[in-house]
């Protein structure tokens, strides 16, 4: 036998792959895990669902709209283009304490921040602090690459474009405001501020800008955004790490600052409050609206019922299919034919 | 016509089996007369030796290479064309004329047998001009139906990228107007009006949106297919030992094909047949021989070959049971037994050469050298032959007869006869034919007709070849008086074969019976099974073959493709139904418009099984219309003309009628279980095959092994040939290549099986993969202002395809089984699907699509849903849009994957391997790529740095993941159960009882497998004897016999210096 082996010499190898005999867990669909396995799958989902909507109800949200479309609005002179330096200031209350850590949004809708062009208007590079770049931005950038042929810095319609409205938040106390202390720390993704985003290592920053231009939109150049705290200039300011980070739908909101420090660590108690907007930014032109937004936050994140209903749609359907399923296989069971 | 000189001179030192590569004019030959022995199995099918002839006078004056170096002569002959049974020509030479036919020409193709040495002219040569070449018909690039499916879904989904993104394009346009223009901080400096910037949008999205198109599904494809290819190669149960030959997929684009075959067809010689004639059993004086039995006459089930060792002369291949026959004989007690192999071995003519001391006969059909070695081998030694006598070897001793006619075989006398002169004097008429003819002829007192009757019948179940032997004595009056008859009738110049035919009628008769023989043509293993199982499986088997009818019908029985429940209709017997068809059709001339509303009625009214049986020249008049056309053409090239005529009825009928008729044959033929065409040239093989193809519009399939089947395998959609053999032509056309026809079984069963339900799952998943991830895109562009803005990184779109996605389907589509292969050669109706194509269509495709859409909108609207206001754990909004590609992206990866995992029916290690590693890639890449490490180095190239980081440690997004992962998977399960449940198909059913079926398999595996039973059936005559005319007239002219003394021209080596 061995030596008829050795005399043929195209006979294929007798292995398991090659003959097609792998071995080999072969599962089907079959009743006794389907049903059971929609029946636990639905409860399952239920559990998640009431688990997030339950979640979703105790999360507090205020929303503002400050864009002053109406003429009631005490912002309404100042959505005019022509007015400058314009402020304005909202007044309301809130019935109970709204608890801590308040984060405070600036959101914007109508606004395509995921335009294609919008988002790719902008020079990685540059933002990384590669002084190359300050000389020759990037293409990309155009048509806020070049200023009278100096080079803009930062380049592209992203950073052109940056939200410039700030609040000051009030806490209307026996007839006095009394300012609520707005915390502008880590409001920008760790990385951002650590990583992709670093001023050139040119002390002190300005100079790393001689011969650059700021951004035609912007009042002050880049090394200045932050007049009070010198650490929070250039490419990692906080507003402008926030605004960089482009939304994903045309109506987003972005963090603004965190209400934690002093009395208001607990949170925003009841009572009246007043926002005075420093308004800048015109968003009327392209039917856009302004809003500020108060929330606090779970561990699940914001408030959005959307996903906690759609758990528990998909759960009931689940279990409502396990029982049709059921009864369908009654009907048609296989009978023990071969 | 057209004038060839041919200067060009070959010689042929043939030994024994040269297979001949061009057609070449027969000069001369070492055999006397330069006689040139063929076997034209590879280019008619028909196993018998048959004798080619050089002219006189080049037999004469070109036997000596000196003379061929001279020889000049000019040949004008036809041009090259496929008739095989034609040829014309003359050859001037010397100021004479020479007549030049068929019998001249050794065809390429023939194997020259028994002769050493053969001088001859190439007339046609190469692939381009020799006659079966011409056969051949055009090579054809062959493409599978899903082949052609596929290419249409791709135009279709090209289509519909090309509208989608139209859409697209308007819809920026007005989003342009409205929005776009009025977003001061979307001002880009160009002065653009929006239907430009729409246009523009349109090859945005033509470019984003091609992945829609799957442009790697054609490499996959291919992979998939050379690896099925592979496999069908490494099958050790399609590997042939005996002949160490591996079965061999010779086209790696045709697998899935060999899933959906409706129509086979087959060759007979050396296909189902192994062209192998074996003398099996035989009655004498009423009592059967030839089952196992001991020399004592006691029956055994499993017996012992007989010894041969007492007899010098057997040739020892000769296989035979039954003990008590030999001892019988060898006791010289019986006379009739001894009268029955005294006939064998001098009734025939087979002509015998001594070649060291080695008797080697070469029988004008095998069935006659069975005959001839069975006699030999029971002592009745057929020695040598003259012109007018026959010697032979009665058990010891010696014995010359005086042979004083010889009365051959032809197809209407189907029996031969020969009158010998014993040397004590009598005279004697030994026939053996076929048993219709022979009973119409014994005498009155013959015994044993019954008795002869039944075993005959008995022979006739198993499905042997039969004849019948007798005899008759006959005084020197009688002779005397015949045979100035006899030569009259020789001198008769007019229809002298009639005239002689009738003079042998005159002599047999009063014929007293001996016995009857009964030969097997032996069929190659498993046969019988294999057409059974494929009969099962819904495929229908014709058999083309150029041999004749009987032996086609006799093949036809015993390889069980006829059964006796059948009703066998012959080609005349159905015109009747054809023409009675055309006449209605004629009657009715609106019916033409109509034809394919009007439900075809069937041909066969009465119930029950029908089998056809037709000939190549009934075909002739079917396939007409081609040939005449190609005839007319030739014609007017000679710039003569020919009236046109009708097949039939004298009606001229139009291209129309002619193509209608074609329908209607082609119709009825398919009614029946079974259709056997007999002694069909290549040609009309080809023609049969293409005739079912275009009217039935069914994938066929031909299996062959000589030259003769090359058409046929070429022109089918897939080609077998049977390797191993001696030619290798056919395996050269050929697709597909193994040993043994019972291999086909499992070629289609289990391979071709597999490769279509791989293939077909493996297309449907990959569009469906393909639009799920595409499609996210168009959903996301009525968000993002419908700026050609991609829903995922970039370099997530560059890897899908190439690693996220594409292996655990690649090995779904090599290795996936739904049954494993015992269970689907056991259930041939498995087979059914892929011949209806139902596991892939149109319809197929476009649920894969709206799959894929489906999947596309939860990919889309459930994250888009959640990601709506929202902020994360630590308020930092995730609403971005990177952290909303990777939520997208890994719902993506888990729906595709898991996906893939219902799909998957044959788990092994390495589609576990693939599935999770496809997961773990694809985070590992995105954790790797969104790493600051690498954003440092190219901080352009990565830009969604920490993005993954970021959105992955949200608990609130991972179950955004899971529900986008379960609304998109649970329906699917749900209406994949409820479908299995409400509709099972059998492989459901098959695949349910696994289990259960694997057990009895095994258990049937443990008893002995019994043997199969050739069938029993009713009476029929078992006559097929694979004859031509014998080589009677050669030994009447005795121009054979005698070795003439011419010396050769010198030594080997002169012959050498003959250029070329």
Same mark, same amino acid.
């Given at each position: ?18 003959q ?19 029946? #636990? ?52 209350s ?7 850590p ?18 790719a &208007?902008?020079?990685?590079?540059? #933002? ?10 990037? &293409?990309?950038?155009s ?11 930062p ?26 202390? #707005? ?14 985003y ?21 009042s ?21 790490l ?29 009572g ?39 758990y528990?749609?998909?759960?009931s ?22 | ?33 330069? /006689? ?9 099918? !028909? ?47 010397n ?5 030049l ?18 001088? =001859? ?14 056969? =051949? ?22 289509a519909l ?37 729409g ?23 291919e ?19 005996e ?14 094909? *060999?899933?959906?075959? !409706? ?8 296909? /189902? ?13 009423g ?15 499993r ?23 030999v ?60 012109q ?13 007869? @005086?042979?004083?006619?010889?009365l ?21 008429l ?9 009973y119409?002829?014994l ?18 179940n ?15 009056e @009688?002779?005397?008086?015949w ?23 005159? +002599? ?9 023989t009964?030969i ?51 080609g @005349? ?8 068809r ?12 109509q ?15 029908n ?39 004298g ?39 293409? /005739? ?33 053999? @001696?030619?290798m032509q ?6 597909y ?69 594409s ?7 090599? /290795? ?9 050669l056991?259930?041939?109706k ?28 939860? +990919? ?14 630590? =308020? ?30 044959y ?11 496809s ?37 609130? *997004? ?14 699917v ?28 398999l ?5 008893k ?15 006559y ?10 050669l ?26």
């Amino acid at each position: 036998m061995v030596k008829q082996e050795q005399e043929l010499d195209n006979r294929p190898d007798n292995t398991a792959f090659t003959q097609q005999r792998l071995p080999a867990w072969q599962p089907m669909l079959s009743a006794g895990i389907v049903i059971p396995g929609f029946v #636990l799958i639905g409860l399952a989902f239920i559990g998640i669902g009431v688990a997030l909507f339950v979640t979703s109800r105790s999360i507090q949200v205020l929303e503002i709209d400050y864009t002053g479309v109406a003429q009631d609005s005490p912002c309404y002179r100042c959505s005019d283009p022509d007015t400058k330096n314009c402020v304005c200031t909202m007044d309301f209350s809130i019935d109970t304490l709204f608890k801590g850590p308040v984060f405070f949004y600036y959101g914007l809708t109508n606004y395509f921040q995921n335009y294609r062009r919008y988002g790719a &208007s902008k020079d990685a590079s540059q #933002l990384s602090g590669d002084l190359e770049y300050f000389k020759n931005p990037s &293409s990309d950038c155009s048509p806020y690459q070049y200023d009278n042929d100096k080079p803009i810095v930062p380049c592209g319609s992203i950073a052109n474009s940056m939200f410039n409205d700030t609040f000051k938040l009030y806490q209307i106390v026996n007839g006095a405001r009394k300012q609520v202390p #707005l915390d502008g720390k880590g409001i920008a993704w760790w990385t951002d501020y650590n990583v992709k985003y670093r001023n050139p290592s040119v002390t002190p920053l300005r100079n790393a800008f001689n011969g650059t231009v700021k951004p035609v939109f912007w009042s002050r150049p880049a090394y200045e955004l932050d007049p009070t705290d010198p650490a929070n200039n250039g490419f990692i300011n906080q507003d402008f790490l926030v605004w960089m980070r482009r939304a994903a739908l045309p109506n987003f909101r972005k963090l603004y600052r965190r209400i934690t420090e002093g009395d208001y660590a607990e949170g925003l108690p009841a009572g009246n409050y007043s926002l005075e907007i420093a308004y800048n930014y015109p968003v009327l032109s392209f039917d856009g609206e302004k809003k500020v937004v108060f929330s606090n936050v779970s561990w699940m994140g914001g408030k959005n019922e959307f996903l906690g209903i759609a758990y528990l749609v998909i759960g009931s359907l689940c279990i409502v299919m396990s029982i049709v399923m059921l009864i369908v296989y009654a009907k048609f069971k296989f009978p023990e034919e071969d | 016509m057209s004038m060839r000189w041919m200067d060009e001179r070959q010689r042929r030192n043939s030994t024994v089996g040269f297979s001949l590569s061009a057609d070449i004019l027969l000069l001369s030959s070492s055999n006397p007369n330069s /006689l040139c022995y063929v076997e034209t199995a590879e280019l008619d099918g !028909e196993t018998n030796l048959k004798f080619k002839m050089g002219l006189r006078v080049t037999d004469e004056m070109l036997q000596e290479e000196r003379q061929l170096a001279e020889f000049n002569a000019l040949i004008e002959c036809e041009e090259p064309n496929n008739r095989l049974d034609k040829f014309l020509g003359v050859m001037r030479w010397n100021q004479e004329q020479y007549p030049l036919e068929l019998d001249n020409m050794l065809l390429r193709g023939c194997k020259v047998r028994n002769t050493e040495e053969c001088h =001859g002219l190439v007339i046609f040569a190469g692939s381009a001009d020799t006659k079966i070449m011409r056969n =051949g018909g055009k090579t054809r690039f062959k493409r599978t139906k899903i082949d052609e499916l596929m290419n249409y879904m791709v135009y279709t989904i090209f289509a519909l990228l090309i509208l989608v993104a139209a859409g697209l394009a308007i819809g920026h346009t007005y989003w342009y107007e409205e929005i776009g223009s009025k977003a001061w901080y979307l001002y880009d400096g160009k002065d653009q009006g929006a239907s430009y910037r729409g246009f523009l949008s349109f090859w945005g999205y033509i470019i984003v949106l091609n992945t829609m198109v799957p442009i790697s599904l054609y490499v996959s494809v291919e992979v998939i297919r050379l690896g099925q290819s592979k496999f069908i190669n490494w099958d050790l149960q399609m590997y042939f030992a005996e002949k160490d030959t591996p079965a061999k997929a010779r086209t790696t684009t045709l697998n899935e094909q *060999l899933g959906q075959i !409706e129509y086979i067809f087959s060759d007979k010689t050396g296909t /189902l047949t192994q062209n192998i004639m074996a003398f099996k059993k035989c009655t004498i004086s009423g009592r059967s021989y030839g089952d196992p039995t001991t020399a004592e006459g006691v029956s055994l089930d499993r017996g012992r070959p007989v010894d041969w060792n007492w007899n010098r002369y057997a040739d020892k291949k000769f296989q035979f049971m039954d003990n008590y026959l030999v001892a019988h004989v060898r006791s010289k007690k019986d006379r009739d037994a001894m009268e029955f192999f005294k006939l064998l071995s001098l009734c025939h003519t087979v002509m015998v050469e001594n070649k060291d001391g080695e008797l080697i006969y070469q029988a004008a059909s095998p069935d006659e050298g069975a005959l001839v070695t069975a006699a030999r081998n029971f002592g009745f030694v057929f020695l040598s032959r003259t012109q007018d006598t026959i010697t032979i070897r009665e058990m010891d001793q010696e014995t010359t007869y @005086e042979m004083l006619a010889l009365l051959d075989f032809n197809s209407d006398r189907k029996r031969m006869s020969i009158i010998l002169k014993f040397p004590d004097g009598r005279i004697r008429l030994y026939c053996k034919g076929a048993d219709t003819v022979i009973y119409e002829r014994l005498a009155a007192n013959s015994r044993h007709k019954e008795t002869t009757q039944t075993a005959l019948d008995v022979f006739a179940n198993e499905t042997l070849r039969t004849l019948c032997l007798c005899y008759k004595d006959i005084s020197a009056e @009688e002779y005397e008086a015949w045979s100035r008859k006899h030569k009259d009738a020789q001198l008769t110049l007019t229809n002298r074969d009639a005239a002689l035919d009738q003079v042998y009628e005159q +002599i047999e008769n009063n014929l007293m019976l001996i016995g009857a023989t009964a030969i097997e043509d032996k069929l190659q293993d498993g046969v019988p099974e294999t057409i059974a199982k494929l009969a099962k499986a819904d495929i229908k088997i014709w058999v083309l073959t150029g041999d004749k009818k009987e032996t086609a019908e006799n093949i036809g029985y015993s390889c069980s493709l006829l059964t006796d429940d059948m009703q066998i209709h012959y080609g @005349e017997d159905v015109n009747e139904k054809l023409s009675s068809r055309q006449a209605n059709r004629r009657n009715e001339p609106q019916t033409v418009h109509q034809r394919k509303k009007k439900p075809a009625e069937p041909f066969f009214t009465q119930p029950g099984k029908n089998a056809l049986i037709i000939t190549g020249g009934w075909l002739n008049e079917i396939l007409y219309e081609k040939k005449k056309k190609r005839r007319r053409l030739r014609l007017r090239r000679l710039g003569r003309r020919s009236p046109p005529s009708s097949p039939q009825d004298g009606q001229p009928m139009n291209d129309l009628e002619k193509e209608m008729r074609q329908i209607d044959f082609v119709d009825m033929a398919c009614e029946c279980e079974a259709v056997i065409c007999c002694r069909v040239t290549p040609k009309q093989k080809a023609n049969v095959v293409s /005739l079912v193809k275009k009217y039935k519009k069914a994938v066929t399939l031909s299996i062959g092994d000589g030259a003769n089947d090359v058409n046929m395998i070429k022109t089918a959609d897939i080609g077998v040939g049977i390797s191993g053999q @001696e030619g290798m032509q056919a395996v050269m056309s050929s697709d597909y290549a193994f040993a043994q026809f019972r291999y086909l079984q499992r070629l289609l069963l289990v391979h071709g099986r597999w490769s279509y339900i791989r293939m077909c799952k493996f297309l449907r998943y990959f569009f469906f993969k393909n639009f799920a991830f595409t499609l996210v895109h168009f959903w996301y562009s009525f968000f993002s202002g419908y700026s050609s803005q991609v829903a995922y990184e970039d370099w997530f779109i560059t890897l899908y395809n190439l690693c996220y996605s594409s292996l655990p389907v690649l090995l779904v589509g090599l /290795l996936d089984q739904d049954v494993n292969d015992r269970l689907s050669l056991k259930f041939p109706k498995l087979y059914l699907p892929g011949q209806q194509g139902t596991l892939f269509n149109y319809k197929n495709f476009f649920i894969s699509l709206f799959h894929g859409i489906f999947v596309s909108l939860i +990919i889309f609207f459930i994250p888009y849903g959640a990601f709506l206001q929202t902020m994360g754990q630590d =308020g930092e909004a995730p609403s971005d849009y990177q952290s909303f590609a990777v939520v997208t992206a890994s719902s993506l990866i888990f729906t595709v994957n898991l996906q893939i995992s219902l799909d998957t029916s044959y788990w092994t290690f390495v589609n576990c391997f693939a599935v999770l590693g496809s997961i773990a890639i694809y985070f590992g890449i995105m954790f790797d790529i969104h790493s600051a490490g690498i954003h440092v180095i190219f901080p352009s190239v990565f830009t969604f740095t920490g993005a993954a980081s970021n959105a992955l440690r949200q608990p609130y *997004l991972w179950l955004t993941i899971i529900l986008t992962v379960g609304i998109s998977l649970l329906p699917v399960i749900c209406i994949q159960f409820l479908h299995k449940t409400i509709w099972p198909s059998v492989g459901d059913k098959v695949q349910r009882n696994r289990k259960k079926y694997e057990m009895e398999l095994e258990e049937e595996e443990k008893k002995k497998p019994s043997a199969f039973q050739r069938g029993r059936r009713s009476r029929r005559s078992a006559y097929a004897f694979s004859h031509s005319r014998g080589y009677a007239d050669l030994i009447s002219s005795g121009r054979s016999i005698r070795r003439r003394p011419t010396a050769r021209g010198g030594p080997q080596d002169s012959i050498r210096e003959v250029p070329h």
